[in-house]
């Protein structure tokens, strides 16, 4: 089955310090997305890659950057959390086939204080 | 532009009643697939169902939803509505942009809750 690890599960993080979200695939997916989660909002997609090395921009990226160094890790990266920011984050992948699912992680709580 | 729609936040029935989720779509896109994915409490989503095939029924754990280009629909059903059913609910569509890039566009989700 596929396989979708996030890291960390769960952060607390300063208002204005740096986070770094983790992701790592091994179902030899091309495409990586992260989404935030919010109530009331559902999923929003923040950045997806289709390929390595190079990144998207999703529906709302503003104050997210993305990376994907390689075909199985994808990084969100908040240069200046807000509190704005606290949400639960999922990382997910898929292939390029449109009729195939999106395999979601357990996804990243993360608290901005 | 491309969007998918679910009218509902909040759907309430009682154990052993039929239940219907709404979903319609919006797309100038004809490569498209349909799915439904189910969320659990403090779980990630997962697919519950899928389609690409106009007309025609889908069923999966005793949902079943029927993709209708006409009406641009993809509704959610189920005939007796079980406790266990409880979950959030987000229907999505997977296109091709004009960059060829596959996007995927979830609906804000409908929380169903099953009620003795």
């Known amino acids: 089955e596929a396989a979708v690890t996030q890291s960390p599960r769960s952060k607390v993080a300063v208002t204005g310090g740096k986070v770094t979200l983790s992701c790592h695939q091994t179902n030899n997916h091309d495409y990586m997305y992260w989404y935030r989660q919010d109530t009331g909002h559902g999923l929003r997609l923040i950045h997806y890659s289709y390929v390595a090395d190079s990144t998207e921009k999703g529906d709302i990226p503003d104050g997210y950057k993305a990376s994907r160094p390689s075909q199985e890790n994808f990084s969100l990266i908040l240069e200046l959390a807000s509190l704005s920011q606290t949400a639960v984050y999922f990382c997910?992948?898929?292939?390029?086939?449109?009729?195939?699912?999106?395999?979601f992680g357990k996804g990243t709580r993360l608290t901005v204080v | 532009g491309d969007s998918v729609t679910q009218t509902e936040g909040l759907v309430t029935v009682t154990e052993g009643l039929p239940v219907k989720l709404n979903c319609t779509y919006q797309t100038t896109y004809l490569t498209i697939a349909f799915f439904w994915y189910v969320q659990y409490l403090n779980e990630a989503p997962q697919v519950l169902l899928k389609s690409s095939t106009d007309n025609k029924r889908t069923e999966h754990q005793g949902f079943h939803a029927t993709l209708h280009k006409s009406s641009s629909s993809f509704h959610l059903q189920k005939s007796s509505a079980q406790l266990s059913d409880s979950a959030l609910y987000y229907c999505a569509l997977r296109i091709w942009d004009r960059n060829s890039n596959n996007r995927i566009f979830f609906g804000d989700g409908t929380q169903l809750v099953v009620k003795p």
């Open positions: 997910a992948s898929s292939d390029a086939w449109e009729n195939t699912e999106v395999f």
